[in-house]
């Protein structure tokens, strides 16, 4: 039995507990940091991101509601005694908003793990992060753009098991002594971040404790020290894009490092280098894309046994007929695209279980696969990429076992299977698949499907590729918001847009020419989304008025509306959409003056407003630099008059001045970063229309054919040295060549026919080396023309027209003869072109005597005969002088050639 004082005093106790739990439940977090997170929250703002590169945000705050215990809002752990906060997680949290020395984030002293990944804090400087957090460890600031100098304080954090500061705009004033001091460092991620090569190496390898390194894009160069691979616990290392890097294992080398994981993408390798990678004995997953590698696909490869990347190089050979699975039971990712792999692909790789992307795009296979059957071996599967890889996919169109659509449902996100061949009518069971699954990726481009998609579901499809088919019937209706790439061009799609595209507020893609369109131009496309990046609507049947307004178009990059029926005027709001760089409307109706008000676009470097009917003089612009960037300038076929606008051509910076790029040529391209075509456009070039599916980036060229200018070529046209294509050809122009133009270089085509040029052919345009087609025809121009060089090519088609030109392909220039184009004939011609004119002149006598005779007796009998009498003495002085004139020019042409023979 117990005392009643020891009975009374545990009573007391127990009441004491009591009354402490219930006070500790009901305030479980601190009101000083209940109230500074909720401040914390007010100073941000918040976006959506949801597209193929991030991950779909999500908003942690929005559980952070006032009179709520913060130790159970999302992103928030407590300690369990303490109930202090411990950890904030706003990872993607689509954050926006800035972080200083007053922030109330710094009121969280209790922190241990501190994650504000993937947001954007406007180049926050990171200096104000360390001041507080004395007990941290972990930290992970990636990719939020925060900026500045890494501080020293960071050296004092020596809690610290994981700090990740990749993606950042960041500098280390010294990573040695910020870093050395870190020695229970587990994880570092400085990806991104530019760093002093030997320092960087030599302070890592003393992080025993180290188990994942990133120093992926750091700039290293130089010998990789084999000496981090013995790091105790090293499992992941991640070496990518630092091309400098020099790897060189030796043959005595100790292989028991740890090393699971390895990334050496977009790094070079020494052609000895491969072989070493079957050593790594515990190795599962293996990054080689973009390495150079070279030679037949390596066998060990397969001693791999989860993740497998060799994409991107130059690999030769097939893939083994044979193979024991067993050992890549665990096989989960198979990258090989963009090699030049051949041979049939063997039946046991779509029996591994566990793969769930398999990428063979860009190579040289043969043979089909059902894409049926893959899809029934490989439950797991989200990606699938076979485009362009030379297999033929085929697509059984009859009834499907439905499991086999469920399970994949609940996996599949990306599809690639442009140019595989596939043809016929789009499958039901594909569609069904599309709908019910959380597809991201849809690229069935380049076939020969078939069939109307009108009422096909998109689901939550991201990117949705189906050009370069023969679909028909009306264009699918897309009903995801968030879909950002629609690309259907080169189908046979009919009737009007649908309103509801704009509802795809995400756009950053669409591209839907070369169809049978129809219907007005959808005016809300001018507002549709500030992502829209590339906009092209060219070679319908698109009638109407463009939007007078364009007001999110802040990211609008390629504007195509060639090839339609649209009228009236451009929008002035245009000049709005300040990252334009190609604007075609070629081939509408529209009616307007120049846009000088374009002028003010700093990046545009295309623009074509040909066959329009745009009118007017181009006049004088107040801009200092009117079209910088400009390189391609068609306003051929329209109605302009006027002189040639010397001011423009005075100050077209892009097309006086030659730019050179070395190594592969570079195109013009969208700024959407991922595989996208290159910006297109037809030209009239070398004397034929000629479609540019590249457009190079050092492509420049000048055309005014087929207007009303007049006056003469200015001599500043000498000052364009980096065009390729210069045509004026169609106009009223008059005055002599200005010798200037045999400054531009780069000179492919010049076309001056059908004006009224006079004078000689300026000697000085010899030196144009490139000049392959070259047009005076139509015109005044005397003289003998030059010779030499590409001159000696071009033939008489360039001349005819202007007869008092000579010398070679026309005939040569006699001392006192006068030359002229038809001198191609010969005597015999000449006599008959002679006895020709005068049966005409015959002719044309004795049918006059006739009626003349007829008028005679009326005019006499109606007794008025003196003017008519007069009327006709002048008409038979006028014929005779033109016909002795005829005649007496080509028998001194003949007795020309005659001399000279």
């Known amino acids: ?75 928030i752990t407590c300690h369990p005694l303490t109930h202090h906060v411990i950890a904030l997680d706003l990872y993607n949290n689509g954050i926006v908003g800035t972080i200083n020395s007053n922030s109330y984030l710094f009121q969280l002293g209790q922190l241990q793990r501190l994650n504000l990944s993937w947001n954007d804090f406007s180049s926050s400087n990171i200096s104000y992060i360390f001041g507080q957090f004395h007990i941290l460890k972990h930290l992970d600031l990636s990719y939020s753009y925060f900026s500045g100098k890494v501080p020293f304080e960071i050296s004092q954090l020596t809690r610290l098991t994981s700090l990740d500061l990749s993606g950042n705009d960041l500098e280390f004033s010294n990573v040695k002594l910020i870093i050395s001091n870190l020695t229970k460092l587990k994880l570092l991620g400085l990806s991104g971040i530019k760093l002093e090569t030997s320092h960087i190496f030599q302070t890592i390898s003393n992080l025993s404790s180290l188990s994942y390194l990133n120093l992926e894009g750091c700039n290293l160069q130089g010998e990789f020290p084999t000496s981090i691979l013995n790091l105790p616990h090293l499992k992941q290392l991640n070496l990518g894009y630092n091309d400098a890097i020099n790897f060189h294992f030796p043959s005595l080398y100790n292989w028991s490092s740890p090393l699971e994981s390895l990334t050496l993408s977009y790094s070079n390798f020494s052609s000895n280098i491969p072989s070493f990678f079957a050593r790594f004995k515990h190795l599962k997953s293996l990054y080689l894309q973009s390495t150079n590698l070279r030679g037949t696909f390596p066998t060990w490869v397969w001693n791999i046994s989860e993740k497998i990347d060799l994409s991107h190089n130059e690999l030769t050979g097939s893939l083994p007929s044979t193979m024991n699975i067993s050992k890549l039971s665990s096989l989960t990712t198979l990258y090989l695209g963009k090699n030049m792999l051949d041979g049939e692909v063997p039946a046991w790789l779509f029996s591994l279980k566990s793969l769930d992307t398999i990428n063979l795009s860009f190579n040289n296979f043969r043979g089909s696969v059902s894409l049926y059957q893959v899809f029934s071996n490989l439950p797991k599967l989200r990606s699938l990429f076979l485009s362009n890889s030379g297999l033929s996919v085929t697509i059984t169109n009859g009834p499907v076992n439905s499991s086999v659509i469920s399970t994949l449902a609940n996996s599949l996100q ?8 596939i043809h016929g009518e789009f499958p039901k069971w594909l569609q069904q698949l599309i709908r019910e699954s959380s597809i991201n990726l849809l690229d069935l481009s380049s076939n020969s499907l078939t069939g109307v998609l009108e009422n096909l579901p998109w689901g939550t499809l991201n990117y949705i590729e189906i050009s370069n088919n023969k679909l028909t019937g009306r264009l699918p ?145 107040s801009g200092f630099h009117p079209y910088p960037a400009l390189q391609i300038l068609d306003l051929s076929s329209n109605n302009f008059s006027g002189k040639i606008p010397t001011t423009y051509i005075n100050k077209f910076q892009a097309m006086t001045r030659i730019t050179e790029h070395h190594g592969f040529p570079q195109y013009m391209e969208s700024d959407v970063p991922m595989l996208w075509p290159y910006y297109s456009i037809m030209l009239t070039f070398k004397g034929v229309q000629l479609p540019y599916e590249k457009i190079i980036e050092t492509l420049s060229f000048f055309d005014l054919s087929n207007n009303a200018f007049e006056g003469e070529i200015p001599e500043y046209v000498g000052q364009l040295i980096a065009i390729q294509g210069l045509n004026l050809s169609h106009n009223r122009l008059t005055g002599h060549l200005p010798p200037s133009i045999g400054l531009l270089s780069s000179l492919d085509s010049l076309d001056l026919s059908s004006n009224m040029l006079s004078g000689s052919i300026p000697h000085e345009l010899v030196s144009l080396t490139f000049l392959e087609v070259f047009n005076v025809s139509e015109n005044q121009l005397e003289g003998s023309i030059p010779q030499g060089n590409n001159f000696d090519t071009f033939s008489s088609d360039s001349y005819k027209g202007n007869l008092a030109l000579c010398g070679k392909p026309l005939p040569d220039c006699g001392r006192n003869s006068m030359p002229f184009v038809n001198n191609d004939e010969d005597d015999s011609e000449d006599h008959g072109s002679i006895l020709k004119v005068w049966e005409t002149i015959v002719m044309g006598f004795c049918s006059g005597i006739v009626v003349g005779m007829a008028w005679g007796y009326y005019m006499f009998s109606v007794g008025k005969p003196y003017w008519f009498i007069k009327l006709t003495d002048k008409m038979e002085f006028a014929l005779l002088d033109y016909s002795s004139n005829l005649v007496y020019r080509r028998g001194r042409s003949a007795s020309t050639r005659r001399n000279t023979n």
């Open 1 to 75: 039995m117990f005392s009643p004082s020891i009975i009374l005093h545990f009573s007391l106790l127990c009441l004491c507990l009591a009354f402490n739990l219930v006070f500790v439940t009901s305030n479980l977090c601190h009101e000083d940091e209940y109230h500074a997170l909720l401040h914390l929250k007010e100073s941000f703002s918040f976006f959506k991101r949801a597209n193929t590169y991030y991950p779909i945000t999500t908003n942690n705050t929005r559980s952070w509601k006032r009179g709520s215990d913060c130790c159970e809002w999302d992103g």
């Open 414 to 421: 990306n599809l690639g299977l442009s140019n595989t061949s």
């Open 477 to 621: 209706i897309i009903s995801s918001p968030n879909t950002q790439f629609f690309l259907a061009a080169n189908n046979n799609f009919t009737g009007p847009i649908d309103s509801s595209i704009c509802n795809l507020t995400s756009l950053w893609v669409l591209d839907l020419s070369n169809n049978n369109l129809s219907g007005d131009f959808p005016h809300c496309l001018g507002s549709l989304s500030n992502g829209l990046n590339l906009l092209n609507l060219g070679s319908n049947n698109i009638h109407g008025t463009l939007p007078i307004t364009f007001s999110k178009c802040d990211s609008l990059r390629y504007l195509d509306l060639s090839s339609n029926r649209l009228q009236g005027k451009l929008p002035r709001s245009l000049a709005r959409c300040t990252n334009l760089q190609a604007i075609n409307l070629k081939s509408n109706k529209l009616k307007d003056e120049f846009p000088y008000w374009l002028h003010t676009l700093p990046f545009i470097r295309l623009l074509d407003l040909s066959s329009n009917s745009f009118h007017g003089h181009i006049n004088t612009v």
